[in-house]
């Protein structure tokens, strides 16, 4: 109870609510604009939350994170575009519902999943921060190393078919973090005598870059499309809790999956919800009516992917490993203020860890609150010119990249990224295994360093129960991977051969 009250206090600032305000709505609203997304704003708005406190800089992401899928879900269902890339699912029965009258039930089934979902996560990763906080001081540098390894095996090999793309992009990833001054011989590495390369090159710009830039660029290349919006009218509440009620065991599935899928580096939202919409279907009374229009589709997508920013935040918390592009954002606010995530965090700061998910429940509920009212509101700004979108977010990049040291290089580094970017999202290239392999190497280089000083032998590295355990998952996620792509090759010969 009194750690309890110690997180509440930390967060009953005019300071974190405010944040946390501004965070949760302007993640509505940016999810609501199809060809944005969090990872764009959280991009654009990481450089204002350095001269935060770290829990004012992380309500504000949180705010962002937890958010935007909810605005997401708007243009999936009305206009058959997604929000924001893990909304896809939602256009499935979203669109088709709305194309027969049925928008706003669409609409306020999506809402209450979200928040079902969210909700249900928080809930259990309360009951598990306990647990976690046990667990956390058995992790020494070697099994932070593995955890790491396994976290960025994991991110490359759940991009099917682009995993060689995405391996590749990790490894530029990981070399971009060598990049300058080495910390313990300050010996210098592939600065080619260059100056402005001695610092390294900065998280950040690269992240403005290649999140930024690159979809303003994007922006600026696609037409604008006429947009013709329902009328929807305002949601009832106690017409959608009824409505919601009958959908309700989908819906705890569903956030199971997405509490499960969260805490594992590299699988994330698309996973969790492609499962909880498949046990949707094969559960389902109807399956034949699944992308046509079944509500129980929407729920299923829309409480697994809303259930799994609570959930992520564990590895990041615990273990200091973010598992996808956007907590490795937030790691750089961690990294900023000297606030090392990891085991020692959980042991000495759980105060700080729960106000965090204390503000991910107010969050929720705020959003949720200002969509019963502005839902008509957000719908016109989804008819705001692509490329007027696209200005904005040039100019509120180069500025954020600017202020960091104020200096013409970044820009330019930041400009050369954002073009890199471009050519990866036009041949539809992943980009975060990039930002991954940035966090994540220079990890694993940290904690190797530290673990090979007490380390005679191969075996003696992983001759500690979590060790060996995350090393055997290493060999098993890459022996499965393997077995596929031997499998789905055999299988092609065959119809070749059949052919």
């Known amino acids: 109870m009194e750690l309890l009250l110690s997180s509440i206090e930390l967060i009953a600032r005019w300071d974190v609510m405010a944040a946390l305000l501004i965070g949760s709505i302007g993640g509505v609203i940016v999810g609501g604009l199809p060809g944005v997304g969090a990872a764009v704003a959280i991009a654009i708005v990481l450089p204002v939350t350095f001269s935060l406190e770290p829990i004012v800089g992380l309500t504000a992401l949180l ?21 924001t ?3 896809a699912l939602t256009t499935y029965d979203g669109y088709p519902m709305t194309l027969r009258g049925e928008g706003r039930r669409a609409l306020s089934l999506a809402y209450s999943a979200s928040f079902y979902g969210a909700i249900f996560s928080i809930v259990a990763l309360m009951f598990l921060a306990p647990v976690l906080a046990s667990i956390a001081p058995m992790f020494g540098s070697r099994e932070i190393f593995l955890a790491a390894l396994l976290g960025i095996t994991l991110v490359i090999i759940t991009h099917r078919g682009q995993v060689l793309a995405a391996a590749m992009l990790a490894f530029i990833g990981i070399f971009l973090q060598t990049i300058g001054i080495e910390p313990s011989a300050y010996t210098q590495r592939f600065t080619f005598g260059l100056g402005w390369l001695q610092s390294g090159i900065n998280l950040i710009v690269v992240v403005l870059g290649l999140f930024a830039i690159s979809q303003a660029l994007v922006l600026f290349m696609d037409k604008d499309k006429p947009i013709k919006l329902p009328d929807v009218g305002r949601p009832k509440f106690l017409d959608q809790v009824r409505d919601f009620w009958i959908y309700r065991r989908v819906a705890s599935v569903g956030s199971a999956f997405g509490v499960i899928c969260g805490m594992i580096p590299g699988v994330g939202e698309f996973m969790s919800q492609f499962m909880s919409y ?34 992520a935040m564990i590895p990041l918390l615990a273990l200091g490993i973010p598992g996808e592009e956007l907590t490795a954002m937030m790691l750089a606010v961690f990294y900023v203020h000297n606030v090392v995530p990891g085991p020692q965090l959980f042991a ?12 991910l429940l107010l969050l929720n509920i705020i ?6 009212f502005a839902t008509s509101t957000l719908m016109k700004a989804m008819t705001i010119p692509n490329r007027f979108l696209g200005m904005m977010i040039l100019a509120f990049s180069l500025i954020g990249v600017y202020s960091l040291r104020n200096s ?13 970017g471009f050519i990866l999202k036009r041949l539809d290239y992943p980009t975060s295994p990039i930002i991954l392999g940035i966090v994540l190497g220079k990890l694993m280089e940290d904690k190797l360093r530290t673990a090979m000083a007490r380390v005679r032998s191969p075996w ?19 022996v499965v991977q393997v077995w596929i792509v031997v499998r789905e090759r055999n299988a092609r010969k065959k119809e070749i051969s059949d052919a």
């Open 278 to 311: 498949a046990y949707a279907q094969r559960t389902s009374k109807t399956p034949e009516l699944f992308g046509k229009g079944n509500p129980e589709g929407i729920v299923a997508s829309e409480a697994a992917n809303n259930s799994v920013p609570a959930a």
């Open 460 to 478: 003696e590295f992983i001759d500690r129960p979590i060790a060996f355990i995350l090393f055997a998952m290493i060999v098993i996620a890459i």
């Open 348 to 359: 000495n700061q759980m105060d700080f860890v729960l106000a965090l998910y204390l503000c």
């Open 63 to 83: 705010g962002i994170y937890g958010s935007s899928m909810f605005g997401g879900a708007i243009p999936a269902i009305l206009v058959n575009t997604p929000g």
């Open 367 to 372: 959003v949720v609150v200002f969509l019963f």
């Open 85 to 87: 890339p893990v909304n």
């Open 408 to 420: 013409l290089t970044d820009v330019a580094i930041a400009s050369g990224f954002g073009v890199f």
